[in-house]
């Protein structure tokens, strides 16, 4: 049974890539060839939302709401409690931010790729492109240049812009099936490149042909990136507050808080910096408080079994002996909240622009409406 589960575990994985492999050779240069066979190739819903990099995308949903969650309900003891939960916070919304803008993307180019259609002629050496809005005839000669806008990362996302000669342009997502066969076809057509970390859709474009002129409708997902970086914007100030808050108590409860002794029940060593600190567990009135420290401090206390704190008894916390936090930790406010405000005021501005594009837009439309 162990040899049948091993052989399930290895080969059968290895047979599917294999498998994979000869029918990508099978369709791209063998038998099934567009430049051999007339293929239709579909752009659904599916082909577009359930790939295998949405794998990636579930994952840092999932990481991110795991840490999100563990930094605003565990509890943190020691020196600098609200850090390690800023630390926290900004690690899952890195996680959550990384999943927010690969579907961002994708809603963004969802308009320009729902229900293409792609239809070879080998015999003609021509493609039928069936866009939302139009059905264009591509022939030899007909694309002029082809412009890509890409993320230039491992998880590619992008689309291409095919410029035509008559003045017109077309655009097609990376998740466009058939995408490649185009560019198959039609060899040695001048293409630039162009490097977006957000490969959003931002311009109206027109296709232009000559049985079919078509506007090709605006991008309607352009605002909520903005708010993404809006929220994340408001998240660092409010995170800068936080620790500003916790400092300033630290600081005032260290001049009128008594020191107490607790006795140190075990002690964890760990790589004695701010994101792996040693720890300390101490026991006072039968509860036991943990503290995070650095390795100088945690060598100070490994001849004893007490270590000294001080302890709030209102709100039940303790927290090693500290000395004007709010002045120590002045630049790493100022870092954190000046990152904030750059990206409030980035994505208010944007808003703006949004704003003023689509006035200007309405006010053309009844102008010429008048």
């Given at each position: 049974m162990g040899t049948f589960l091993v052989f399930l575990v290895v080969f059968l994985p290895m047979g599917w890539i294999l498998w994979r492999m000869l029918r990508f050779t099978r369709?791209?240069?063998?038998?099934?060839?567009?430049?051999?066979?007339?293929?239709?190739?579909?752009?659904?819903?599916?082909?577009?939302?359930?790939?295998?990099?949405?794998?990636?995308?579930?994952?840092?949903?999932?990481?991110?709401?795991?840490?999100?969650?563990?930094?605003?309900?565990?509890?943190?003891?020691?020196?600098?409690?609200?850090?390690?939960?800023?630390?926290?916070?900004?690690?899952?919304?890195?996680?959550?931010?990384?999943?927010?803008?690969i579907l961002v993307i994708d809603l963004n180019h969802w308009p320009y790729a729902r229900g293409v259609v792609i239809t070879t002629f080998p015999d003609e050496h021509e493609l039928d492109i069936k866009l939302p809005d139009a059905t264009l005839r591509i022939r030899e000669g007909d694309i002029r240049k082809v412009s890509i806008y890409h993320n230039n990362a491992k998880l590619q996302q992008g689309f291409v812009q095919f410029h035509l000669n008559n003045g017109g342009s077309f655009l097609l997502s990376f998740r466009t099936e058939g995408l490649e066969v185009i560019q198959e076809y039609f060899k040695g057509i001048p293409v630039e490149d162009f490097v977006r970390h957000v490969p959003l859709i931002r311009r109206t474009s027109q296709v232009r042909n000559p049985e079919h002129e078509v506007p090709v409708n605006e991008n309607r997902y352009d605002w909520l990136a903005n708010f993404i970086v809006f929220l994340l914007g408001v998240c660092f100030v409010v995170m800068t507050y936080m620790m500003y808050i916790d400092a300033k108590w630290q600081d005032d409860m260290s001049t009128h808080s008594p020191v107490v002794c607790m006795k140190i029940k075990y002690r964890t060593r760990g790589a004695g910096t701010v994101k792996y600190p040693d720890q300390v567990y101490a026991e006072y009135l039968s509860k036991t408080y943990h503290f995070d420290m650095g390795r100088k401090y945690y060598r100070s206390l490994l001849g004893v079994d007490t270590i000294a704190v001080y302890y709030d008894q209102a709100s039940d916390r303790a927290f090693l002996p500290t000395s004007g936090q709010v002045k120590h930790y002045t630049g790493l406010y100022l870092l954190i909240g000046g990152v904030g405000l750059l990206l409030i005021g980035k994505s208010t501005w944007e808003f703006i622009k949004i704003v003023r594009k689509r006035n200007t837009k309405t006010s053309n439309h009844l102008s010429q409406i008048v």
């Open positions: 369709d791209t240069i063998g038998t099934n060839s567009p430049l051999k066979v007339q293929r239709i190739y579909y752009t659904t819903f599916q082909s577009v939302f359930v790939r295998i990099e949405y794998l990636f995308v579930l994952i840092c949903a999932f990481m991110g709401v795991v840490v999100i969650k563990a930094a605003l309900f565990s509890t943190f003891s020691g020196p600098d409690p609200v850090i390690a939960r800023t630390i926290l916070l900004v690690m899952s919304f890195v996680f959550l931010c990384l999943a927010a803008v």
